[in-house]
């Protein structure tokens, strides 16, 4: 019974031992790794689709951003956008996008040249939002708002520092609150701006198209 | 038709000079570029052709991509009656994919996001009889561009770009389709700026 019990112990160190040394390799593999392909910095120009706002209206846009890996599987995207949707012809409204995301990368391998890579994403974004009705008389209202956002997206490497990006995320903006809505005067259509009290929510689904250019490494690799 | 064959002619004279010169060591990474051409644009939606100079600078990080920057500087539009666009500048700014060849013939496709300085006039019963000028806005603009740049001797080459800019011009007055397909020619120099070939 003593010498049963010795045993179970003993399969409980090696079990312990096992585990520390387990822990150990991955920590050191993680560090490799992290020292590998951590601090990549890349520029890039994008085009973004903004659809569902409240304008039921499409939305284009053109921008700029920039990325820094921060390891194997975790890249950070910087990013700038100026969006200009035409409400139905009734008017058009200007929003200025500016924020980061993190990307978590669904490859065991990312950015391989010739491959597609896959990721979700999460971020923050900061919104000028501006309304504009072509009617006459009335007023244009302008907003402030901070967004979250989450979506998904791809890499397609061309080459090992050139790469087109196209995601898809759906950004929620929570700020001041910018009414809208289509009037009508007898049979003449036009868009009301109304600027009301409190907080308001609205969201749209930005669908965006990316060039980056790996420029070089702000730490690690060389 | 005489005119056109004599300008055709003249064409393949030079390209038959450039690539008698040709050096396939041309393209490669460190290589900076820049060109100044004339464009020609129809606006399908708008049925005008517009004219500009334009003027582009380009750096090849690797033999087979580049990073590129256009300037379009609006002339003015052609034969028509009823005057639509005042200005239309546009900035563009993206990258290229050159397909390698073994000569100085560098074809390649690219991707630039841009915006546009816009301003026209428009048609209001109420304001005038005549065409009022509206406010001039800045637009995003979405383009691609395919064409070649034919590298003959060490500092210059001849470029061709086709490209398709999708965009619309918003104001309170006017909405307007700005989507345009242009073609741009010109001469452009070059020069190694890493100083070794690759």
């Known amino acids: ?13 090696v079990f312990f031992i096992n585990f520390l040394l387990f822990t150990f390799i991955c920590n050191a593999q993680t560090k490799k790794d992290s020292a590998s392909y951590g601090g990549q910095f890349s520029l890039g120009m994008r085009n973004t689709l903004s659809v569902f706002t409240d304008a039921q209206s ?18 950070t995207e910087w990013f700038a956008d100026y969006i ?3 409400i139905q012809g009734l008017g058009y409204r200007r929003d200025a996008h500016i924020g980061w995301s993190v990307l978590f990368y669904l490859s065991k391998n990312p950015l391989t040249v010739g491959k597609v890579t896959f990721y979700l994403l999460a971020g923050h974004c900061f919104d000028y939002t501006k309304v504009y009705s072509v009617y006459p008389g009335v007023a244009s209202a302008q907003r402030w708002s901070s967004a979250v956002q989450g979506g998904m997206g791809i890499h397609w490497n061309l080459t090992k520092k050139l790469d087109i990006s196209l995601l898809s995320q759906y950004m929620l903006h929570l700020g001041t609150n910018v009414i809208t809505s289509i009037d009508n005067i007898g049979s003449y259509q036009y868009l009301s701006i109304t600027q009301g009290p409190g907080l308001s929510r609205e969201g749209h689904l930005l669908t965006t198209l990316t060039v980056n250019y790996e420029i070089g490494n702000l730490w690690g690799r060389k | 038709m005489g005119k056109k064959v004599s300008i055709s002619f003249m064409f393949f004279m030079l390209c038959g000079y450039f690539a008698g010169a040709q050096d396939s060591t041309i393209v490669h ?31 090849y990080a690797e033999k087979k991509i580049s990073v590129r920057g256009d ?21 563009y700014f993206g990258a290229f994919y050159h397909i390698p060849t073994h000569s100085g013939f560098d074809p390649l496709i690219g991707l630039q996001p841009g915006i546009s300085y816009t301003q026209m006039f428009y048609n209001s019963i109420e304001v005038s009889p005549n065409p009022v000028l509206d406010v001039a806005t800045i637009c995003p603009l979405f383009s691609t561009v395919v064409g070649f740049n034919f590298f003959g001797e060490k500092w210059f080459h001849i470029q061709i770009n086709v490209r ?26 070059n020069l190694n700026v890493l100083g070794k070939k690759k």
């Not at chain 2, 999708?166 to 120099?189: K, M, P, R």
């Open chain 1, 1 to 13: 019974m003593v010498k049963v019990h010795k045993v179970l112990k003993l399969k409980h160190l």
């Open chain 1, 58 to 75: 499409v939305g284009m846009g053109s921008g700029g951003e920039f990325r820094i890996r921060l390891d194997k599987l975790i890249n």
């Open chain 1, 84 to 86: 200009s949707t035409d």
């Open chain 2, 29 to 59: 990474k460190g290589l900076l570029r820049t060109a100044g051409t004339f464009a020609f644009g129809t606006m399908p939606e708008n049925n005008i052709t517009n004219a500009y100079l334009t003027g582009n600078i380009e750096y």
């Open chain 2, 71 to 91: 300037v379009y500087y609006f002339l003015n539009s052609l034969k028509q009656n009823n005057p639509l666009l005042n200005k239309n500048d546009a900035l």
């Open chain 2, 164 to 189: 398709y800019t999708v965009g619309e011009h918003l104001t309170a007055a006017d909405e307007t389709n700005i989507s345009e397909l242009s073609f741009n020619f010109g001469l452009g120099f």
